[in-house]
């Protein structure tokens, strides 16, 4: 059985990763400032990542918890721009995601997945993006303190996988989270789509989440990638092609998009690590 460490498992997408890859053969540990939901199928340590001894001990063994670690999974971050003033959220999640790289690195793990963000592609896009869908070929657009730090990160990631050429170090670009709870209010964007136009009206249900994670932790590749994970669909009943010719009418669409496809591509975490999200909103909206 693979021991994988998850920071930030306690929140709202660690706890869907945890209850996924539990469900799917892996011994998984917790690490978090904020305790775990009742029941969760992992063991827990309160851990603060932005101290790299503790880092260093959750990646390594913790006294008579566990030993030896195959893999990291890393979400803890404060997950957002504004919910925190914006050195705070820098400093946080900056530093913990070099600890978790570095600590790595020491106890020989080289499988590395981690949270990257839909932001690095342009967010809020007040600029257009360059080209429809979005992907991964142009140069990331950081246009908050959040998203420059997920830059950074990714950035990191590369010189980490340069200083250790078998290592892997995936970054999955989350679009914006869903549980099922969310979708409720999802039928009453259409009255308004410039509500979700920050985003091209994308989502991901945190079930489909953790399986890019997992489709990311088991992958063959090595070296630094990111991969956009989002939702086949969008979050609206207009068809993407109108939307985009409506809100963004000098930004080219670079192949057809069919009815609701998403306007965050896929195809990257499709063709590579053999991402195939199952879960939608129609089937919940309430
Ligand atoms: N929620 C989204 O829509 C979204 C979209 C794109 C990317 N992401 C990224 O996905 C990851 C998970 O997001 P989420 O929505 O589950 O966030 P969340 O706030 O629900 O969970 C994050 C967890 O990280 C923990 N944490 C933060 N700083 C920590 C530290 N220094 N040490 C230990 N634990 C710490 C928090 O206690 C929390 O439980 C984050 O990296 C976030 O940036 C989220």
Redesign the pocket.
């Known amino acids: 059985m693979s021991r994988v460490v998850v920071?930030?498992?306690?929140?709202?997408?660690?706890?869907a990763v945890v209850t996924h890859l539990a469900e799917h053969g892996y011994d998984v540990v917790n690490?978090?400032?904020?305790p775990p939901p009742p029941g969760q199928p992992a063991r827990f340590t309160?851990?603060?990542?932005?101290d790299l001894g503790q880092v260093t001990e959750a990646l390594t063994g913790i006294d008579d918890r566990y030993d030896g670690v195959d893999a990291v999974v890393?979400?803890?971050?404060?997950?957002?721009p504004g919910?925190r003033p914006s050195g705070a959220t820098f400093a946080?999640?900056v530093?913990?995601t070099h600890h978790v790289f570095s600590a790595a690195r020491r106890a020989g793990i080289r499988n590395v997945v981690?949270?990257?963000?839909?932001?690095v592609l342009g967010l809020p896009f007040e600029t257009p993006p360059p080209y429809a869908p979005v992907d991964e070929e142009y140069t990331v657009r950081p246009e908050s303190t959040?998203s420059l730090g997920?830059a950074v990160e990714e950035e990191m990631a590369r010189h980490f996988a340069r200083w250790d050429p078998t290592a892997k170090l995936i970054g999955?670009?989350?679009?914006?989270?869903?549980e099922v709870e969310d979708y409720a209010e999802f039928p009453s964007f259409e009255q308004d789509p410039r509500r979700r136009i920050w985003n091209l009206w994308g989502?991901?249900d945190?079930r489909d989440?953790a399986l890019a994670v997992q489709r990311a932790l088991e992958s063959d590749l090595t070296g630094a990638e990111a991969f956009i994970v989002a939702s086949p669909d969008t979050v609206m009943t207009t068809p993407s092609a109108d939307l985009l010719a409506r809100y963004f009418p000098d930004v080219p669409l670079t192949r057809p998009v069919s009815g609701t496809e998403t306007l965050l591509s896929i195809d990257k975490a499709r063709s590579l690590l053999g991402f195939d999200p199952s879960h939608t909103w129609r089937n919940h909206a309430g």
């Open positions: 920071t930030g498992g306690s929140g709202k997408l660690g706890r690490v978090d400032t904020a309160r851990v603060d990542l932005t890393h979400l803890a971050a404060i997950p957002a919910l946080n999640n530093l913990s981690w949270a990257s963000s839909e932001t959040y997920k999955l670009r989350f679009s914006n989270v869903m989502y991901i945190a989440g």
